[in-house]
């Protein structure tokens, strides 16, 4: 959508947290997702606007948050057999959360 902002998220491990990777489940309680801080830092309406999602699709939390911001369109890659063994479920509550958000979701080829 021309003169939107749209979002770009790209997810990568933080150094942030490091002093805490021995305290797995206390790191986890306090890491952002990569979605949610750039909701923190759009700083602007993102009604309307498409977010690019980079390695794996959001997460149901970060789904959920992208719908309440008015976002109405994800663009994400297909999810990685690992990232299914382990995301599985989460992903599902997305799908289900776009479904009844009127989100469109999007899924390209992670090796296009
Ligand atoms: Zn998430």
Not at 46 to 51: E, H, I, K, V, Y
Not at 61 to 74: E, F, N, S, T
Not at 84 to 105: C, K
């Amino acid at each position: 959508m021309l003169g939107k902002l749209n979002i770009l998220i790209y997810s990568e491990q933080e150094l942030l947290f490091k002093k805490l990777d021995k305290q797995r489940e206390t790191k986890l309680s306090l890491v952002l997702h990569a979605e949610e801080n750039a909701l923190l830092f759009a700083r602007q309406s993102l009604d309307g606007c498409t977010a690019y999602v980079w390695p794996m699709p959001p997460c149901s939390r970060c789904a959920a948050k992208l719908a309440q911001a008015g976002i109405r369109r994800v663009v994400a890659p297909q999810p990685s057999g690992e990232q299914m063994a382990r995301w599985g479920p989460s992903l599902e509550l997305a799908a289900w959360v776009y479904r009844h958000a009127g989100i469109e979701f999007a899924q390209v080829d992670r090796d296009a």
